[in-house]
Every structure is written in structure tokens, then in C-alpha cells.
């Protein structure tokens, strides 16, 4: 018998009955039924080359091995999506500060909040905006060094009466080299919500609507 035909027969003997609407592939157990009946009905004069031996010995390892990481990427998975599920119940309520131009203020008490500046400049500001549009007040912070500059707002107008609360933006200017030129604002906001799915989580603020995690500068109470 040549080594041929006793690999037919070993395939003759090893018949695997597909169901319908089942997958053709060989699993790891099928595979190794196979190997198996393929040695044992091998002719004994013209025994298969350790050479191909081995290429199935290592066939049968990499599907061993992808079955592993399969189940191993599963359970990371898993604890991604857990450990994701604890940092979304832990943000809501929470106070976050954003990269944004517009907050939802609480006028009966001080709005405390930030602008980037590049380099040093001798005259820094902040305009504030109604949800209308209108200059309700300017927050003048004179001279500062470059880098992040807190400023506050009292919540009132230019005359000094106390505005609703609501949202309002807030423009940031300074000048430097000759020129004013708009500045990037930290404003805090509420964590209403979050929402689960994608790449990472994203926060639904109040007043400003869903921001991605990797925006949040920082987290407060």
C-alpha cells in the first residue's frame, strides 16, 4: 500500500457528515483526527517524511495558538467593556473641564474657569456673550505670563446687575506681536450622561452636548 492510498483510506475512514447550514472548515479536534488516522494508515515501508511531519505538527500548533488568542483577546475584551461600563457610572454628576467656548453658567455664583496663552502679553480679556449674542460684560486681566490664566466671572453685567443663569460664551483675546488674536478657553461643565460603544467613551455635558473623553482636561468633584 503506498503512502497515497493510505491517506485515501484515512480519509475514507474519517468522514466528516456536514449538516446543513454548517461550516465546512475543520476544527482543532477534526484536525488532529485526521493526523492521527493519517499515521496509522501510513504504509510502514514508505513511512511520510519527518519533514512533512513536522509541517503538520506546526499546522496544528498555529490553529492551537489562534484558538488561544481568540479567547484570550475575548476576556480582554470583556474586562475593557467592564472596566469602560465603572468609569461611565463614576463620571456622572461629575464636573469636567473642556477645550470650549460655551458654558452653561450658574450666575449665583462665580464662574471659574481658564484661557491658553502662548506668550507673554500685556493686555489679556475675555469677552462674555448671552445666548443671544450680545457683550454682557469683559473681564479685563491686564498683563500675564504665557501659559494657563485662571479668570473668574461674577455672573452680572457690565452695570453690574446679575444676569439669568443660562449659557453664555466666552471669548478670550490678548495681544502679542503686534496683533490680538483669539485664545483657546477651559470651561468647566456637568456630566449629564455618558454613552458606551466606540473607541472610548463620550460625555453628554450640559449645554454643550457629547465631548469624547480624550478632550476632558480635567475631573472634579
Known amino acids: 500500500m503506498s503512502s497515497v492510498s493510505g491517506v485515501s483510506s484515512a480519509l475514507d475512514q474519517y468522514q466528516i457528515k456536514q449538516e446543513p447550514n454548517k461550516s465546512k472548515e475543520l476544527g482543532k479536534n477534526e484536525f488532529l ?114 501659559g494657563n490664566v485662571s479668570f473668574i466671572w461674577d455672573g452680572k453685567d457690565a452695570g453690574g446687575n446679575l444676569l439669568p443663569p443660562g449659557n453664555y460664551r466666552f471669548e478670550a483675546q490678548a495681544t502679542y506681536n503686534g496683533e490680538t488674536k483669539g485664545l483657546y478657553t477651559l470651561l468647566p461643565a456637568n456630566v449629564d450622561s455618558v454613552t458606551l460603544g466606540g473607541s472610548e467613551l463620550t460625555l453628554n455635558l450640559a449645554g454643550l452636548g457629547s465631548v469624547p473623553l480624550s478632550q476632558v482636561q480635567v475631573i472634579g468633584q
Open 33 to 146: 483526527n485526521l493526523l492521527v488516522a493519517q499515521l496509522n494508515n501510513q504504509n510502514p515501508l514508505e513511512p511520510q517524511g519527518n519533514g512533512e511531519f513536522i509541517a503538520q505538527l506546526a499546522q496544528f500548533s498555529q490553529v492551537e495558538g489562534i484558538e488561544k488568542l481568540n479567547t484570550s483577546m475575548s476576556s480582554l475584551l470583556s474586562g475593557y467593556q467592564s472596566s469602560q461600563a465603572l468609569q461611565a457610572s463614576s463620571l456622572v454628576g461629575r464636573k469636567v473641564i473642556v477645550p470650549t467656548d460655551k458654558a452653561m453658567v450658574d450666575t449665583s455664583e462665580s464662574f471659574k474657569a481658564s484661557l491658553v496663552l502662548p506668550t507673554t502679553s500685556s493686555n489679556v480679556y475675555v469677552n462674555v456673550y448671552d445666548k443671544s449674542g450680545s457683550v454682557v460684560n469683559r473681564i479685563n486681566l491686564g498683563e500675564q505670563a504665557a
